[in-house]
């Protein structure tokens, strides 16, 4: 959907990187599910997340001519919504009495935000 081709980025578009991407995606829901997985606000978490944003960032803003804006929207893009995304899943831990309902509802929400992405870039 992108055009990469020519850039840096151009392994995004190899064949077999969608399948790598789409299973440490479905590990990484996997893994958020379980209690003994730290918070994503500490270092390894963030930092995965921080990196990833930049590189979706740094995609979507090549294709549209704007690398450096684009890897800049990720980078905060990925920090804002893992802060946001964790005081979320926090309160509405506390509202269900535990956690798992609430990894479910945030689940379902990246999911649905990842949809709206996809179709936009269609």
């Known amino acids: ?11 995004l578009g190899y064949t077999w ?8 995606a479905v590990g990484e829901f996997i893994v958020d599910q379980l209690p003994s997985t730290p918070s994503r606000t500490a270092p390894p978490g963030f930092v995965g997340r921080i990196v990833t944003g930049a590189l979706s960032g740094a995609a979507v803003g090549t294709a549209g001519g704007a690398m450096i804006g684009g890897l800049v929207a990720g980078i905060a893009g990925a920090v804002i919504g893992t802060l946001l995304g ?4 926090a309160r509405l831990a506390a509202a269900f009495g535990r956690d798992r309902p609430a990894a479910f509802i945030e ?7 990842a949809l709206v992405i996809w179709t936009a870039l269609r």
């Open 107 to 113: 689940d379902a929400i990246a999911l649905g935000g």
């Open 86 to 89: 964790h005081a979320f899943r």
């Open 17 to 24: 990187t969608p399948w790598i991407i789409t299973v440490l």
């Open 1 to 11: 959907r992108l055009h990469l081709g020519d850039t840096w980025l151009a392994f």
